[in-house]
């Protein structure tokens, strides 16, 4: 079992900079691969970024050279540094962990977090 608390989202400015943490409850996260994932107003939840347990990491096309996904298994946490943050960026960012991930989709993410929101502001 593992449990998941977000933190880190706010009100930013379009090009600004924002990290996200995940906390996570249970030694199996060091084995899990943990997610990304965020849902606009009005919108589906989508894929953002994942990271397997050996540090393997991919990036949705629209975030990619702008998101960095990260983790460190000693703390439990994982991270989502946000980069050159733009308007359509605005979402409820969500951390999810399972036994495995598929990129691009929430498979395998048997775990997830409330969610924190970020708004960006033009």
């Known amino acids: 079992q593992v449990q998941l608390v977000e933190s880190g989202g706010g009100l930013v400015q379009a090009g600004g900079s924002l990290r996200l943490s995940c906390a996570a409850s249970?030694?199996?996260?060091?084995?899990?691969?943990m997610g990304w994932y965020r849902q606009a107003p009005g919108k589906q939840r989508e894929y953002v970024a994942s990271?397997?347990?050996?540090?393997?990491?991919n990036y949705a096309d629209s975030v990619k050279g702008r998101f960095t996904i990260s983790r460190d298994n000693a703390k439990l946490m994982g991270y989502l540094q946000m980069n050159s943050l733009k308007p359509e960026d605005t979402a409820v960012y969500y951390c999810?962990?399972?036994?495995?991930?598929?990129?691009?989709?929430?498979?395998?993410?048997?775990?997830w977090g409330k969610g924190t929101l970020v708004t960006v502001s033009s």
């Open positions: 249970g030694a199996t996260f060091r084995i899990s691969a």
């Open positions: 990271i397997t347990s050996g540090g393997s990491t």
């Open positions: 999810a962990a399972g036994w495995t991930v598929r990129p691009g989709t929430e498979a395998g993410m048997n775990y």
